[in-house]
């Protein structure tokens, strides 16, 4: 938290309240979270959605919040700043969205492909996994 405020006056951007508030929430939420839910969050006063969206669009520019598309309308948020890796399960019936800490992630052939093929040096990278949960599975069952 320090660091990523320390960041923003850093760029001469002021931590604002309502900005502290947006990290802390995706500091502590284990999924990526939607602009909606973010702002459910915060305690009143709220800031308005579009202050929301200017904040989250700020903040993934100075690499503090990265955005991840799980196959939504709107995207997701997290903070880029724990140095978790995380991958994502969503459900494609419920949408429930789960997220692990791979045991190890290993994508070096992969990366090396990518290298290959586009010249394209890979720092980074985010994977989704789609399909059904253990609860629409369970009630599949039982049908
Ligand atoms: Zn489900
Ligand atoms: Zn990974």
Same mark, same amino acid.
């Given at each position: 938290?320090?660091? @990523? $405020?320390?960041?923003?006056? +850093?760029?001469?951007?002021? !931590? *604002?309240? /309502? ?49 991840? @598309? $799980?196959?939504?309308?709107? +995207?997701?948020?997290?903070? !880029? *700043?724990? /140095? ?55 009630? +599949?069952?039982?049908?």
């Amino acid at each position: 938290m320090r660091i @990523a $405020l320390d960041t923003f006056r +850093r760029l001469g951007h002021p !931590a *604002t309240r /309502g900005r502290e508030e947006i990290l802390r929430i995706l500091v502590e939420s284990s999924i990526p979270l939607s602009p909606r839910e973010i702002r459910e969050r915060i305690p009143a006063p709220r800031p308005d959605p579009s202050t929301v969206y200017r904040n989250l669009t700020l903040m993934v520019s100075i690499g503090l919040v990265r955005s991840v @598309a $799980l196959h939504e309308r709107s +995207r997701r948020y997290e903070a !880029a *700043t724990d /140095g978790a890796h995380r991958h994502r399960a969503v459900c494609r019936l419920c949408g429930r969205i789960e997220s692990f800490q791979p045991k190890r992630c290993d994508l070096s052939r992969l990366e090396s492909d990518i290298r290959g093929t586009l010249g394209f040096d890979v720092t980074d990278h985010s994977l989704e996994f789609f399909g059904e949960c253990s609860v629409c599975g369970e009630k +599949r069952a039982k049908r």
